[in-house]
């Protein structure tokens, strides 16, 4: 049996709720690159073409107790970040990808890089339409793990995007300024 909310009103509920469809505004920033890559931008901070919300799964450990079987949480998986980055005319951050991954890895010479020079942290900020944060994602120990290829077609749009994943180890939720 349908039941009814009582003083419950539609307009009301949109005002309380907001725009429900809007275009999400959000910043990816990296404070600081790792220090072995090279170039002259040692920071980036840029609007993105498209990404998502950090993903986190808890592995389901089952514990035996008497004739029972109890699930409990167990370790945590944060999934790759992936985002689009438009490509502006002067390709530094090609640059600074292809730096970064020979750090990584460099297939020339067949050097493996250590975490410490590989890896930072890393934000993605939510914001509002005046720009302010309203949630920020922060990515520890963050490294690119995949470049996809760039389509160059001198038929197709003007823009260049090119997308990355990045790997990284966990994350933090601010909300606000306070740790969510």
């Known amino acids: 049996m349908a039941g009814t909310i009582p003083?419950?009103?539609?307009?009301?509920?949109?005002?309380?709720?907001?725009?429900?469809?809007?275009?999400?505004l959000f910043l990816f920033e990296i404070p600081a690159l790792p220090s072995k890559v090279r170039g002259d931008i040692k920071d980036i901070m840029f609007g993105c073409e498209s990404a998502q919300v950090p993903g986190v799964t808890n592995e389901v450990q089952k514990v035996p107790w008497m004739n029972s079987e109890y699930k409990i949480p167990g370790n945590s998986t944060y999934e790759d970040f992936r985002v689009g980055i438009r490509v502006a005319e002067h390709l530094r951050?090609?640059?600074?990808?292809?730096?970064?991954?020979?750090?990584?890895?460099?297939?020339?010479?067949?050097?493996?890089?250590?975490?410490?020079?590989?890896?930072v942290s890393a934000r993605v900020s939510l914001l509002n339409y005046q720009g302010v944060i309203k949630k920020v994602w922060t990515l520890h120990d963050m490294w690119p793990s995949a470049i996809e290829a760039i389509e160059l077609n001198r038929e197709g749009s003007d823009k260049m995007v090119i997308n990355v994943t990045f790997t990284y180890n966990w994350h933090e939720i601010t909300v606000g300024g306070r740790n969510a």
Do not use: M
């Not at 003083?7 to 999400?24: D, M």
């Open 7 to 24: 003083n419950f009103h539609i307009e009301s509920a949109k005002v309380q709720l907001g725009p429900l469809a809007r275009t999400n």
């Open 93 to 119: 951050i090609l640059d600074i990808l292809d730096s970064w991954y020979k750090v990584i890895y460099d297939p020339s010479t067949g050097v493996q890089g250590v975490p410490a020079d590989c890896w």
